[in-house]
C-alpha cells in the first residue's frame, strides 16, 4: 500500500496508455493495458477483480473490481477507451499529462479515463467491515464505437447493483436523461438504362425521392406524437445525412443509397422504431418493382430515463445543488439499467471539451469529485 500511487500519478499513468477505438481499424487500439493497470491498483486496495475478456477480441475487456457483498451495492462506472486525436493540433502530447493554467490536458482527461483514477481515490481507504452494501468499480471496453463493452455485460448479466454513476462528462451536475440513437442505410436497387427513354430502366433515384417523403412525413408525426420538455430539442430528431444514386446524367439510375441517424426520446423503443422504419420504406416501394435492402450502420443505444425519485437521483442532487438534467449524448446508462441499476450520469468533464484538441480537466474539480463519491459511497454502501 505504501507504493500506491498518488492521484495525479494515477491520472498521468491512464493517459498515458494509449487506448483509442476508432471505427477505422487503423486507428483502433485495445484497453487491455489500462484494464491490467487499474486491475493491479484495485488489487492492492482489497477489491476483488475481475478481468471480463471480450470474445475474440484479446486486446479488449471490460474490469468489474467489488469490496463487499450485497444486493444493493453502487457501481461507478468509466468507459477505458477514448475517441481518436486531431494529431498536429494538440499543444501537448494528447498521451502526456500536462498541468498548465490549472487545468489537467490530456486525451481522456475529461471523457473520461481520469474519472476512473478519481473513484479509486475515492475508495482507496474503504475496509470491507464498514460496507453494508458492496462498492463496485467498472470499467468498459469499447464505449465510444460499438459499446461492446456494455453488451457483453448485458449478455452476462454483471455486475448487479441497486445504483450506478457514470462519470461521463457533466461538469459535476447530474443527468438522469439522454435521447438513443440509431443509424440506418436504404438502399434500393432499380434497372439502369438510356435515359431518352424512361421505359428502358426503373430509377432508384426517382424511388428514393418517394422513400424521402414518405421519411420526413413519417417523422412530423413522431415530432407531432412525442415531446419531452426536459430536452433542448423536445423531440425526436430523423437526419438525413448521406445519399448516393447513379453515375451519369443520361443514364437511369439503378442503385441510390440513403443513410439516416434516428435519434429517439426515452420511452421510444429501438427495435420498434426500426421495424417501423422498414415498414414506412417498403409501404412506400410496393408495386414499383424497386428492391430495398437495409444495413445498420449503428445498432444503437436506447434512450435513458432514470425516475426523477430513485434515491440515487435525489442524493445526487441534493449533494451538488444541481437538479437532474438531460443531455443530448449518449451513454452506457441504458445498459446499466437493463441490469436494474438506478443509473445517474455525473462527471467531472465538461461536454464540450470532450473528442477536441487539448482536452483537459480543470484542477479544481479533482477535489469536489472525490469528495462527492465519498459522500455517496457513505450514504448507500457504508454500514451506519
Ligand atoms: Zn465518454
Given amino acids: 500500500m505504501n507504493h500506491y500511487?498518488?492521484?495525479?500519478?494515477?491520472?498521468?499513468?491512464?493517459?498515458?496508455?494509449?487506448?483509442?477505438?476508432?471505427?477505422?481499424?487503423?486507428?483502433?487500439?485495445?484497453n487491455l493495458a489500462v484494464i491490467e493497470l487499474l486491475a493491479g491498483w484495485l488489487e492492492d486496495s482489497g477489491f476483488a477483480v475481475e478481468v471480463m475478456p471480450l470474445d475474440g477480441q484479446p486486446a479488449r475487456a471490460n474490469l468489474i473490481a467489488t469490496?463487499?457483498?450485497?444486493?444493493?451495492?453502487?457501481?461507478?462506472?468509466?468507459?477505458?477507451?477514448?475517441?481518436?486525436?486531431?494529431?498536429?493540433?494538440?499543444?501537448h502530447d494528447p498521451f502526456r499529462l500536462v498541468e498548465a493554467d490549472q487545468r489537467l490536458y490530456g486525451l481522456g482527461?475529461?471523457?473520461?479515463?481520469?474519472?476512473?483514477?478519481?473513484?479509486?481515490?475515492?475508495?482507496?481507504?474503504?475496509?470491507?467491515?464498514?460496507?453494508?452494501?458492496?462498492?463496485?468499480?467498472l470499467a468498459t471496453a469499447d464505449e465510444e464505437t460499438s459499446m461492446a463493452g456494455a453488451r457483453v455485460l448485458l449478455e452476462q448479466g454483471r455486475p448487479r447493483a441497486r445504483h450506478a454513476i457514470i462519470g461521463e462528462p457533466t461538469g459535476l451536475r447530474p443527468v438522469r436523461m439522454h435521447k438513443g440513437i440509431f443509424m440506418e442505410a436504404i438502399r434500393l436497387r432499380g434497372r439502369s438504362g438510356h435515359s431518352s427513354d424512361p421505359a428502358l430502366g426503373n430509377s432508384a433515384l426517382e424511388a428514393m425521392h418517394r422513400v424521402?417523403?414518405?421519411?420526413?412525413?413519417?417523422?412530423?408525426?413522431?415530432?407531432?406524437?412525442?415531446?419531452?420538455?426536459?430536452?433542448?430539442?423536445?423531440?425526436?430528431?430523423?437526419?438525413?445525412?448521406?445519399?448516393?444514386?447513379?453515375?451519369?446524367?443520361?443514364?437511369?439510375?439503378?442503385?441510390?443509397?440513403?443513410?439516416?441517424?434516428?435519434?429517439?426520446?426515452?420511452?421510444?423503443?429501438?427495435?420498434?422504431?426500426?421495424?417501423?422504419?422498414?415498414?414506412?420504406?417498403?409501404s412506400t416501394l410496393q408495386g414499383t418493382g424497386i428492391r430495398c435492402e437495409f444495413q445498420a450502420l449503428f445498432e444503437g443505444i436506447p434512450a435513458l430515463e432514470t425516475p426523477a425519485g430513485a434515491e440515487i437521483v435525489r442524493l445526487a442532487e441534493r449533494l451538488t445543488g444541481h437538479a437532474p438534467e438531460a443531455v443530448a449524448f449518449g451513454t452506457e446508462g441504458p445498459y446499466l439499467s437493463?441490469?436494474?441499476?438506478?443509473?445517474?450520469?455525473?462527471?467531472?468533464?465538461?461536454?464540450?471539451?470532450?473528442?477536441?484538441?487539448?482536452?483537459?480537466?480543470?484542477?479544481d474539480r479533482l477535489q469536489p469529485t472525490v469528495e462527492l463519491l465519498q459522500a455517496v459511497i457513505k450514504s448507500v454502501c457504508v454500514r451506519h
Avoid at 228 to 246: K, M
Avoid at 339 to 363: F, K, N, R, S
Fill in 5 to 30: 500511487p498518488s492521484l495525479l500519478d494515477m491520472i498521468a499513468a491512464l493517459i498515458g496508455i494509449p487506448s483509442v477505438s476508432c471505427v477505422d481499424p487503423a486507428l483502433d487500439q485495445g
Fill in 67 to 91: 469490496l463487499g457483498q450485497g444486493p444493493d451495492g453502487l457501481v461507478l462506472s468509466g468507459h477505458t477507451d477514448t475517441v481518436p486525436f486531431d494529431a498536429g493540433q494538440w499543444r
Fill in 109 to 137: 482527461t475529461s471523457d473520461m479515463k481520469a474519472f476512473l483514477a478519481l473513484a479509486l481515490e475515492a475508495v482507496r481507504t474503504l475496509q470491507e467491515r464498514d460496507l453494508a452494501q458492496p462498492v463496485i468499480l
Fill in 212 to 282: 424521402i417523403t414518405a421519411l420526413l412525413a413519417w417523422r412530423a408525426q413522431l415530432q407531432a406524437r412525442y415531446h419531452n420538455a426536459c430536452f433542448a430539442v423536445p423531440v425526436p430528431t430523423l437526419n438525413l445525412g448521406h445519399i448516393h444514386g447513379g453515375d451519369n446524367p443520361n443514364r437511369i439510375c439503378a442503385d441510390c443509397e440513403l443513410h439516416i441517424d434516428l435519434r429517439p426520446l426515452p420511452g421510444m423503443d429501438i427495435a420498434e422504431l426500426r421495424a417501423e422504419l422498414h415498414r414506412q420504406v417498403e
Fill in 338 to 363: 437493463a441490469l436494474g441499476m438506478d443509473t445517474v450520469i455525473l462527471g467531472p468533464g465538461d461536454i464540450a471539451q470532450a473528442h477536441q484538441p487539448d482536452e483537459y480537466l480543470a484542477l
